[in-house]
């Protein structure tokens, strides 16, 4: 079997009693769940947390970040994650949720908040009175976590609704790149990013993204680039390149075991491709690193 970057399941993070998690919460008090977090990896959930104390190095896509006390961090699906460092002294408080979670009962659309966005940072320090009121609103979601209530999940959801309302406003006055209402051609470009981060190693034709999206190639093209800034194509390629140069960082895959992954016709296309988009071969990027 070729390896790929695994995904993990929100399951794999809670107790073993609960067979089908949507929500969980991690803090100092909390088991640490027993994944290899120290590699490249996806996940089907998203997450919003605070650093406490202690430091931890964590890359997220091809990007490296540095915590410490008052990191807030903000991680979607649609990154590949990884922690190489993390002190014994590290404390955080997080929580993990899925989007069916989030969307039951009208909840808002999670990829309607800029921080969920794949080429967002995802790693930032608060000020002082946010990151106590982000800390305290944390707690109190651990604390209804931790307590047995027939509406513990709609209490639960009700308050990451808030957390994800107060992060949003911190997010922008960091980054101005808010959200607000999304247009059609804001939810098209929307959409069309979810498609290529679950179909990009496969399919690599606009007509594949343009069908499941009932439009035409055309207009598919045109709302990208008008809505991103970037071609629908850039968006396929950047995909595909993040993956072949997470891929190409473990050196016990072979190069023509990476090409076979991201469905390269073989060895050679896969060379063409990477040296045509990065001005290097996969064999020199990877003596580099």
Request: aromatic content about 10%; glycine content about 4%; some cysteine.
């Amino acid at each position: 079997m070729t390896p790929v970057i695994p995904v993990y399941q929100l399951d794999a993070l809670a107790e073993p009693a609960q067979t089908s998690a949507a929500v969980f919460f991690l803090g100092p008090n909390s088991a640490a769940p027993r994944l290899p977090i120290n590699l490249p990896y996806r996940s089907d959930y998203y997450k919003i947390g605070i650093c406490l104390r202690g430091s931890a190095r964590l890359q997220v896509n091809l990007e490296t970040y540095e915590l410490g006390p008052d990191s807030l961090m903000v991680l979607s699906p649609y990154v590949i994650k990884q922690w190489s460092y993390m002190s014994a002294d590290c404390d955080a408080l997080s929580i993990f949720f899925t989007k069916d979670f989030i969307s039951a009962g009208g909840g808002p659309n999670l990829d309607a908040f800029a921080f969920f966005e794949r080429d967002a940072r995802h790693v930032f320090t608060l000020l002082p009175a946010a990151a106590k009121s982000i800390t305290a609103l944390l707690q109190t979601i651990e604390q209804k976590y931790d307590t047995p209530h027939v509406y513990r999940a709609e209490i639960l959801r009700s308050l990451i609704h808030i957390l994800l309302h107060e992060t949003a406003p911190i997010y922008s006055a960091q980054h101005v790149s808010s959200k607000a209402v999304q247009t059609r051609s804001q939810l098209i470009a929307a959409e069309f990013k979810q498609l290529v981060n679950t179909h990009y190693a496969s399919e690599r034709s606009l007509a594949f993204y343009a069908d499941k999206l009932c439009i035409t190639p055309k207009h598919l093209a045109e709302t990208v680039k008008e809505t991103t800034g970037k071609r629908a194509v850039e968006w396929l390629v950047e995909a595909v390149l993040l993956e072949a140069h997470v891929l190409l960082q473990n050196t016990a895959l072979t190069i023509s075991q990476i090409a076979d992954t991201l469905h390269f016709a073989d060895q050679s296309t896969f060379g063409r491709f990477f040296r045509n988009n990065t001005g290097v071969s996969p064999a020199t990027y990877r003596q580099r690193l």
